[in-house]
């Protein structure tokens, strides 16, 4: 009896063993089995523990060949790893994802910060680059706005040599070759059958669309200009961005002198009304028989951003003064007497907007009040453009609260002989 309830303890320790799968093999099952039988038929208490030896690893003892099997499954099937190491694994993976996408981000910002592309794979760089790429190297040099012109200069040169009687007029000259070379930005004389050909319309030339020295060539001499309310201005530019005005008297704007507690007698209104400072300048300008504004600070009301005050428009410019009250006085100032009723000024001309149509060409504004504080107040300005061969020009006063409109035609005087008049900002 107690050698059937041995066997049936073994058998149970069997089913066991083979459902954990820490049973190698059925060999080594039959030797523990039968080591057990034999030790339970000698009349062993207990179950003859198997001890390790030099033996091969099924002499062992289950316990040692079930961690070989083990081991070789896990090097067979990673999935068997230790759950210790699979998560180490997948942590490592991750980590070498996240430092690949951030080293890549971080180019990108530094070529953004740097005002550059950032870098495309050689295959997507004849579709995303900004200019085009130099003949057999597959990849762009540089963008429009870094071109350097290796040609200009000799070009210039050349033309010189065949006539041209200066830089600028060489310079036109290059550029009067048209904008269809095909690589600007390097060696190359090769063309194409298109404007703007090279990816960078405008500047498909062997010089650029400007130089320095030559600003405003395409404005030098002598211009006429007739304006919207009927006064005529004559303009004399030179190729380096000097301009100078010569206009009649009658002409200048209307300035106004400002004083603080000051006031004109009441009487001799021309109008009375509620109105912004630019507004009441603007009325009493038009009003023949207008000659001073008187305002009582104390009136103020504001709507939106715009200041208005109850004002009077006066025929009389008789001032009384009364210091510490609000009352503020403008009087419209004298214009100057000159002999022939003319004023000259010269000033420097800036590079207004380039026109999209054609980057050779654009606006160049005079700042007014800057070149003859004297006549202009602040924010006038003219603006000159060309088109067909003639002179638009538009001036503001005030900012833009005034506007004029003049067109004119190069005249024959002898602007590109003598150059500007002395004197600038100077009545004469």
């Known amino acids: 009896r107690a050698s059937t309830g041995r066997r049936a303890y073994l058998r149970r320790r069997s089913m066991w063993a083979a459902a954990t799968m820490r049973v190698p093999s059925e060999s080594a099952t039959r030797e523990f089995g039968s080591e057990l039988l034999e030790s339970c038929e000698h009349g062993a208490g207990s179950p ?12 062992s003892g289950y316990g040692a060949v079930a961690k070989a099997a083990e081991a070789r499954l896990g090097e067979a099937f990673p999935g068997s790893w230790p759950v210790a190491l699979q998560t180490a694994f997948v942590w490592i993976l991750g980590l070498a994802v996240v430092l690949s996408i951030g080293f890549r981000a971080a180019e990108v910002l ?3 910060a740097k005002g550059q592309a950032p870098a495309a794979p050689v295959a997507l760089v004849g579709a995303l680059a900004p200019s085009p790429a130099v003949q057999g190297s597959g990849l762009s040099r540089a963008a429009c706005t870094e071109y350097t012109y290796p040609q200009c200069e000799a070009a210039m040169l050349a033309y010189i040599a065949k006539g041209a009687l200066s830089r600028c007029e060489a310079f036109e000259r290059v550029k009067a070759e048209g904008d269809m070379l095909a690589f600007p930005n390097a060696a190359s004389e090769a063309r194409c059958a298109s404007a703007g050909c090279c990816g960078c319309p405008g500047q498909c030339s062997r010089c650029p669309p400007r130089l320095p020295e030559c600003s405003s060539w395409a404005l030098d001499g002598d211009w006429k200009v007739a304006f919207s309310d009927g006064s005529e201005v004559f303009y004399t530019f030179d190729a380096h961005g000097h301009v100078q005005a010569e206009l009649p008297v009658t002409s200048l704007p209307v300035t106004w002198r400002a004083t603080e507690g000051a006031f004109i007698p009441m009487g001799n209104d021309v109008a009375v009304g509620r109105y912004s400072v630019r507004e009441a300048e603007a009325q009493c300008q038009a009003t023949l028989a207008c000659k001073g504004i008187v305002y009582d600070t104390s ?4 709507v939106g951003q715009q200041d208005t005050y ?9 001032l009384v003064y009364a210091p510490g009250t609000g009352w503020h006085s403008l009087l419209e100032d004298k214009r100057p ?3 022939n009723g003319m004023v000259a000024f010269a000033g420097t001309l800036n590079p207004g907007q380039v026109l999209a149509a054609d980057a050779t060409q654009g606006d160049y504004v005079l700042d007014l009040h ?3 504080p004297q006549f202009f107040p602040e924010g006038s300005t003219d603006t000159f453009s060309l088109s067909g061969g003639a002179l638009g020009v538009r001036r503001e006063l005030r ?3 005034q506007a004029l409109q003049g067109s004119g035609v190069q005249s024959a005087g002898p602007g ?4 500007l008049l002395a004197a600038p900002a100077a009545a004469r």
Request: aromatic share 2%.
């Open 48 to 59: 003859r523990r198997p001890t390790a030896g030099p033996a091969s690893a099924a002499q």
């Open 110 to 112: 530094a070529s953004l």
């Open 299 to 302: 009136s103020l009301q504001s």
């Open 310 to 318: 109850h004002m009077y428009l006066k025929s009389s410019d008789e």
């Open 337 to 339: 007497t000159t002999v």
């Open 370 to 372: 800057r070149a003859a």
């Open 399 to 401: 900012g833009g609260l």
């Open 416 to 419: 590109r002989r003598r150059g």
